[in-house]
């Protein structure tokens, strides 16, 4: 199939969420990526429309607001303006960075749901949900914690267990509760709308499995587990008071789920810019409705279902829409070894680091995009930033470009000098050089930005052996115009340096052709060896670059030293006390001591023993506990244990318990059945 020519590009960079800050992860994975992209193609005079903004919506930020006693829209104000600053801090070139709390996108999010709703598109459908009755609510999955059935930990979302990394869903957990109210919540009805992605499924297996082999192997392979396990309908709404209000009658106290307005939020912030700019950008319809239009979204790959499966099938159901030409997601980047945790603030933020690497964007923009995780899960160490900035930025590049200006400066008072006649040497150099743009190029098109990086600094490589092997110094002595000649081709490679860097490195470029006087110049000139001409005078030369020394490092190294013995304390830190209770309360707990005369695992569970009690009545009472992953059936038997007596029977697996066995939470998160010092007659009561 013959590749189609594009009139014009959309790009759109994942919309951060404004309830933190913005660290390396997030810059490795999508937004350095894109923006080298998109410079790439404004360098080659390309149309091209860069979308980003901040995705404001969702129950985080409502948990964040609840925490901290403040409204929601006080924490996306936060941190939308942080976001904001640190992308433009690292130059990150969007031409707009708006939000999904904004009048204009609201109304464009609810206005699309409706033409879905109106075409028939949407289905509606009644379901049991948990709901909190003393908070009078339906609750998110984040509203909700118990006990993990895997790793029994009491501390476990209604969606995922932080500790073991399961993921889950709330009626899993063992005795939840409502984060809100404290109460147990119970099941209720609820209507919700649904897009029938299983309707899609066909049509999805054909553009991305036939029609989109190029894409990268990981969003490719993921794109395919989902469809090989056969679609299902998706829910697009949600009971909740923070987000933009379902557009239909009957909808009250219902808004539209976030992973249906936030990718949205690109067409309606593409709409904003054109709307206040439409003499430079025309309508939005042009960049999402042309067919001339491409559009390519840069994620990262918790984000792949979405981009390629919701968003595109809500694109489809609505009509009219261009659809994802590509989908460049990268994988996670992890640090020091360890994977980033905002909650464990196992993090560099993008804040902090300006504030403690002044004037470093770039070499930190080199490093991530060096490491760039685009096929598999890579690794961001302090020792490689600084190895790399010192072995490659300072000692290749700026090391290239200060000999080739100073040596221009001490000998021709900074004035590029006249081409003379070329020896093998030069013509070697040139010839090496001289493919350049069809190599970064080669890259840049198909998204691998390390590669193309490489090549970018394998000019300075080249013009660093060029003058080691010419020797300017001492030719000076005997042929002054053999050095013109070796000077003219050294600042040419400065020169091209200057351009083939501009995408990857936008603050090192603009400082570089301050220097050689160069304030205008296109992607088209790379390879070109009469950038500059003789008798151009070229400015005063500086450091591009400056060695990292061994205590910045190791103040970073113990910035996140600390951070790791706060985590290691606040794990092994007791649980906060509960809230008083009345003597009247904690006597309608029946306590005993009980005798084990039998435990044995649970057949088809992994996490249950069964015990048979001798309780002192006569008649052995059974109960389930979920410590098989702690105690071999044999280590408990014949051993004395404290139980609650008056839990009212549970089923499980088939069995009916008839209490609960009391255990204790070590530090490592591990149970340990209570036990007594001597030996008390079963059926005695604690107390």
Known sequence: MEEKKFKRTTVTAALPYANGGVHIGHLAGVYVPADIYVRYLRLKKQDVI?????????????????????????????????????????????????????????????????????????????SQQLYDEEAHQFLADRYIMGECPHCHNEHAYGDQCEKCGRDLSPTELINPHSTI?????????????????????????????????????????????????????????RDLDWGIPVPVAGADGKVLYVWFDAPIGYISNTKELCDKEP??????????????????????????????????????????????????????????????????????????????????????????????????????????FQERNNSELVAVYGNFVNRALQLTKKYWEGVVPACGTLTDVDRATLDEFKDVKEKVEAYLDVFKFREAQKEAMNLARIGNRYITECEPWKVWKTDPKRVETILYISLQLVANLAIAFEPFLPFSSEKLRRMINMPEFEWSQLGNTDLLKAGHQLAEPELLYEKIEDEVIDRQLQKLEETKKANEAAEHKAAPVKENVSFEDFEKLDIRVGFVKQCERVKKSKKLL??????????????????????????LTGKQVLFVANFAPRQMMGIESQGMILSAVDADGALKVTSLLGKVAPGSQVG
């Open 50 to 126: 860069f979308i980003g903004g901040s995705d404001e919506h969702g129950v985080p930020i409502t948990i964040r607001a609840r925490k901290e006693g403040i409204t929601p829209q006080d924490v996306v104000d936060r941190y939308h303006a942080m976001i904001k600053k640190s992308f433009a801090d690292f130059g990150i070139s969007f031409d707009i960075y708006s939000r999904t709390t904004s009048k204009i996108h609201h109304q464009f999010a609810a206005d699309f749901f409706k033409k879905l709703y109106d075409d028939g598109k949407l289905t509606e459908k009644t």
């Open 181 to 237: 109210s404290g109460s147990a919540p119970v099941l209720k009805e609820t209507k919700n709308w649904y897009l029938p992605l299983n309707d899609y499924q066909k049509w999805l297996e054909q553009w991305i499995l036939e029609e989109h082999k190029e894409w990268r192997p990981n969003v490719y392979g993921q794109c395919k587990s989902w469809l090989d396990m056969d679609l299902q309908p998706r829910a697009m709404t």
């Open 279 to 384: 003499e430079k950008w025309g309508t939005w319809e042009k960049w999402w409705k042309d067919g001339d239009s491409r559009l390519v979204h840069f994620i990262g790959k918790d984000n792949i279902v979405f981009h390629c499966i919701v968003f595109p099938s809500m694109l489809k159901a609505h009509g009219g829409y261009i659809l994802p030409d590509n989908v460049p997601s990268n994988e996670f980047l992890n640090l020091e070894n360890d994977k980033i945790s905002t909650s464990r603030n196992w993090a560099v933020w993008l804040h902090e680091y300006l504030e403690e690497m002044p004037g470093k964007q770039d070499v930190l923009r080199y490093v991530l995009t060096a490491n760039a995780p685009e096929t598999k899960d890579n690794n961001f160490t302090w020792k490689d």
């Open 610 to 635: 069964r015990f048979t009690i001798d309780d002192g009545s006569g008649t052995d009472r059974t109960i389930l506990s979920g410590i098989a992953a702690y105690y071999e059936p044999e280590e």
